[in-house]
């Protein structure tokens, strides 16, 4: 007899005999002559209850099944003379694996913080709103691969250890095999000649660069996967390993990007309405109660284009004592991107044509000299959601830019030589998974969407 998942049995068209679910104990409630036992099994939101008689077999195992024991049951799914429940099992067998110290186990049937829960993140995945977080979650990492499997897209794993900095903003955690000290009066070329690359290396902080090398060879490409940031920050919304979703487009230009952008969000948005609608109304209820009007807005409107000088014109008509100044040739924080989207447009905004000086070296540079091909896609709750360019296809443009921003065109020999042999225009962007999540579930820490968050001082799991 094969194993029956929670889900499955809940929304079976059937009674069932024999069944056997396996899953952990959620709740235990005694009356006279049988006890309740709520499982699951991480499949659904919804615990199934199961109904073991004191005097049967299955109950001499009863004394030792608490909250967060780990059992297998064997019966027979019946209609469920209670409310808000099709079925329950009628246990003939119960056979436990696990115990849990009910003195100790520190999920008990009660609220507990978020910050509670990040100190064990081992445990939390147990509780309603993690499951279904991490449910949703997995959802969505799916529906990137079908999204752009369906387009033609290829997957592209790209390296995690690099030897160069993508952002050029020197925020790499060393790889490194070397002693924790150099010899004295070593050079730091020669100290690294010694380790086990011959050269720094360092964890990547994005795909992008050999995206684009493959993007010059396959046409369109995209990476999924790990990207790091020794950035000493504690906020909200920055932790020092995330993911990130990066396309790279050939023959496309930034009007061709922002397209792609406004595609991607929105299928992946539907996905998650679509799939996780139980997990999705959790969140509603008990974390964001605007939600699903702001999901409604996502998916049900065309994004606002604005070039970003129209943006800084909006935010210093409006009134608004932000935290941070607004000028031309500033970068948008937060507060102004939210702004832009939650109570001007009360819609995502792309904002595009930023001053080259708060963008990076490969972005494409526009003709008016001052500004580079580059957007920045808003989203309500959330701020940026992705970030992306045209890239500089230019031999020379591309070398100069290179030089302004103080780094050494020689590390960057291979970038340039796309430059050099039938280059094309083309065009990407990064999108934050993590970010994603907290826009479709309200959660306002990216601390809490990431399974096992690595933040400043902790590294825990």
Same mark, same amino acid.
């Given at each position: 007899?094969?194993?029956?998942?929670?889900k499955a049995?809940?929304?079976s068209?059937?009674?069932l005999d024999p069944?056997r679910?396996q899953g952990?104990?959620?709740?235990?409630?005694?009356?006279?002559g049988?006890s309740f036992?709520?499982?699951?099994?991480?499949s659904? %939101?919804?615990? =199934?209850?199961?109904i073991?008689?004191?005097?049967?077999?299955? !109950? @001499? $195992?009863?004394k030792d099944?608490?909250t967060?024991?780990?059992?297998?049951?064997?019966?027979a799914?019946?209609?469920s003379?209670?409310?808000?429940q099709?079925?329950?099992v009628k246990a003939?067998?119960?056979?436990?694996f696990?115990?849990?110290?009910?003195?100790?186990?520190?999920?008990?049937?009660k609220?507990?913080s978020?910050?509670? %829960?990040?100190t =064990?993140?081992?445990?939390?995945?147990?509780?309603?709103?993690? !499951? @279904? $977080?991490?449910?949703?979650?997995?959802?969505?990492a799916f529906?990137v691969?079908?999204?752009f499997?369906?387009?033609g897209?290829?997957y592209?794993?790209?390296p995690?250890?690099?030897?160069s900095?993508?952002e050029?903003?020197?925020?790499l955690?060393?790889v490194?095999t070397?002693?924790?000290f150099?010899p004295?009066g070593a050079s730091?070329?020669?100290?690294f000649?010694e380790d086990f690359f011959g050269?720094?290396?360092?964890l990547?902080?994005?795909g992008?660069l050999?995206?684009?090398?493959f993007?010059c060879?396959?046409?369109n490409?995209y990476t999924?996967?790990p990207?790091?940031r020794?950035?000493n920050?504690?906020?909200p919304?920055?932790a020092?390993e995330?993911?990130?979703i990066?396309p790279e487009?050939a023959?496309a230009?930034?009007?061709?990007?922002m397209?792609?952008?406004?595609?991607?969000v929105?299928?992946m948005?539907?996905h998650?309405v679509?799939?996780?609608?139980?997990?999705l109304?959790?969140?509603?209820r008990?974390v964001?109660?605007?939600l699903?009007?702001?999901?409604d807005?996502?998916?049900?409107?065309t994004?606002?284009?604005?070039?970003y000088a129209?943006a800084v014109?909006i935010?210093e008509k409006?009134?608004?004592?932000f935290e941070?100044p607004?000028k031309?040739?500033a970068?948008?924080?937060?507060?102004?991107?939210?702004y832009?989207c939650?109570t001007?447009?009360?819609?995502p905004v792309?904002?595009?044509?930023?001053?080259k000086e708060?963008?990076a070296?490969y972005?494409r540079l526009?003709?008016d000299?001052t500004?580079?091909?580059?957007m920045?896609l808003?989203?309500p709750r959330?701020?940026?959601l992705?970030?992306?360019?045209?890239?500089e296809?230019r031999y020379e443009?591309?070398h100069?830019?290179?030089?302004e921003?103080?780094m050494?065109?020689?590390?960057?020999?291979w970038y340039?030589d796309?430059r050099?042999?039938?280059t094309?225009?083309?065009s990407?962007?990064g999108?934050g998974f993590e970010r994603?999540l907290?826009?479709?579930?309200?959660?306002?820490?990216?601390?809490?969407?990431?399974?096992?968050p690595r933040?400043p001082k902790?590294l825990?799991?």
């Amino acid at each position: 007899m094969n194993r029956t998942r929670v889900k499955a049995a809940l929304t079976s068209d059937t009674a069932l005999d024999p069944i056997r679910i396996q899953g952990w104990v959620r709740t235990r409630r005694d009356s006279k002559g049988f006890s309740f036992l709520e499982i699951n099994d991480g499949s659904c %939101l919804k615990n =199934i209850q199961v109904i073991v008689e004191h005097n049967s077999p299955a !109950g @001499a $195992l009863l004394k030792d099944i608490q909250t967060g024991a780990s059992v297998e049951v064997t019966g027979a799914l019946v209609e469920s003379p209670g409310k808000g429940q099709k079925w329950e099992v009628k246990a003939r067998e119960v056979t436990l694996f696990g115990t849990a110290d009910p003195e100790s186990y520190p999920l008990q049937k009660k609220r507990h913080s978020d910050e509670f %829960l990040r100190t =064990i993140a081992h445990l939390r995945p147990r509780t309603n709103k993690y !499951g @279904a $977080l991490f449910r949703i979650r997995s959802e969505s990492a799916f529906s990137v691969h079908q999204f752009f499997r369906d387009r033609g897209f290829f997957y592209l794993q790209s390296p995690i250890i690099t030897g160069s900095d993508c952002e050029g903003a020197g925020e790499l955690f060393r790889v490194t095999t070397l002693p924790p000290f150099p010899p004295a009066g070593a050079s730091k070329t020669d100290v690294f000649q010694e380790d086990f690359f011959g050269k720094e290396a360092g964890l990547t902080v994005s795909g992008q660069l050999e995206a684009e090398l493959f993007t010059c060879a396959l046409g369109n490409v995209y990476t999924f996967g790990p990207t790091f940031r020794a950035e000493n920050s504690n906020t909200p919304r920055h932790a020092a390993e995330f993911w990130m979703i990066e396309p790279e487009m050939a023959f496309a230009d930034l009007s061709d990007n922002m397209d792609l952008a406004e595609d991607l969000v929105k299928h992946m948005t539907r996905h998650v309405v679509e799939k996780c609608p139980e997990d999705l109304e959790l969140f509603a209820r008990f974390v964001d109660k605007d939600l699903m009007e702001n999901l409604d807005a996502i998916l049900n409107n065309t994004y606002v284009r604005l070039p970003y000088a129209e943006a800084v014109q909006i935010l210093e008509k409006s009134g608004k004592p932000f935290e941070f100044p607004v000028k031309f040739g500033a970068d948008l924080q937060t507060e102004h991107e939210r702004y832009l989207c939650e109570t001007h447009f009360k819609k995502p905004v792309l904002v595009y044509d930023y001053p080259k000086e708060i963008k990076a070296f490969y972005m494409r540079l526009n003709d008016d000299g001052t500004t580079v091909a580059a957007m920045d896609l808003l989203v309500p709750r959330v701020g940026e959601l992705v970030g992306g360019s045209q890239r500089e296809e230019r031999y020379e443009v591309l070398h100069r830019r290179i030089l302004e921003t103080g780094m050494d065109p020689a590390d960057y020999w291979w970038y340039l030589d796309i430059r050099r042999y039938g280059t094309v225009y083309h065009s990407g962007f990064g999108l934050g998974f993590e970010r994603f999540l907290m826009m479709v579930t309200g959660v306002t820490n990216i601390r809490d969407v990431i399974p096992f968050p690595r933040t400043p001082k902790h590294l825990e799991f």
